[in-house]
T-cell receptor, first 109, second 118 residues
């Protein structure tokens, strides 16, 4: 099975930058994914990494170090609408996704 | 982008009823579809993996006779919760992925089905 850890919650101010860390232990690895989930809604795909390094997509960036079993999601220029749960998920050798418990980000004005 | 449609979005029914949930990939052929369940304030838990034309693979602890999965085509998978009871009340979400250039693309999720059993 997978063991995926991420902080439970984070709070930041509008316009600031937030970094959500994720560590994992996995049997087989086929990518690490970040999803955003608003309360009562399904997850929305944000970013993914298969190789080490940084992937940038607008205000969101994700970083991966496979040797360290570590990833982070960087949210820049925070907006109120970014208040949500952010899920770190690892795809294993069978292409199944295992999710972390999620990090609830609260953006304050 | 990849679009996954899930229907219905909300179901309220009596205990003992069977409920069918549909998951469709609208603009791509889904080689694999996944069914998840999410309880309040918890993360998504994979229930089963569904490949077109073959039997679904269920995760440990998930009763295959209670949660019937059919993946009849590359664009449609269904989950039937048979003889549902209040403890089956949850948020059920499907996802689909496909191959592009030999690489399996990220999973895209349907909007989810909130099931409430009275």
């Amino acid at each position: 099975g997978q063991n995926i850890d991420q902080p439970t919650e984070m709070t930041a101010t509008e316009g600031a930058i937030v970094q959500i860390n994720c560590t994992y232990q996995t049997s087989g690895f086929n990518g690490l994914f970040w999803y955003q989930q608003h309360a009562g809604e399904a997850p929305t795909f944000l970013s993914y990494n298969v190789l080490d390094g940084l992937e940038e997509k607008g205000r969101f960036s994700s970083f991966l170090s496979r040797s360290k079993g570590y990833s982070y999601l960087l949210l820049k220029e925070l907006q109120m609408k970014d208040s949500a749960s952010y899920l770190c998920a690892v795809r294993d050798g069978d292409y199944k996704l295992s999710f972390g418990a999620g990090t609830t980000v609260t953006v304050r004005a | 982008g990849a679009v996954v449609s899930q229907h219905p979005s909300w179901v309220i029914c009596k205990s003992g009823t069977s409920v069918k949930i549909e998951c469709r990939s609208l603009d791509f052929q889904a080689t694999t579809m996944f069914w998840y369940r999410q309880f309040p304030k918890q993360s998504l838990m994979l229930m089963a993996t569904s490949n077109e034309g073959s039997k679904a693979t269920y995760e440990q602890g998930v009763e295959k006779d209670k949660f019937l999965i059919n993946h009849a085509s590359l664009t449609l998978s269904t989950l039937t919760v048979t003889s549902a009871h209040p403890e089956d009340s949850s948020f059920y979400i499907c996802s689909a992925s496909h191959l592009t250039g030999g690489d399996v693309q990220p999973q895209h999720f349907g909007d989810g089905t909130r099931l409430s059993i009275l």
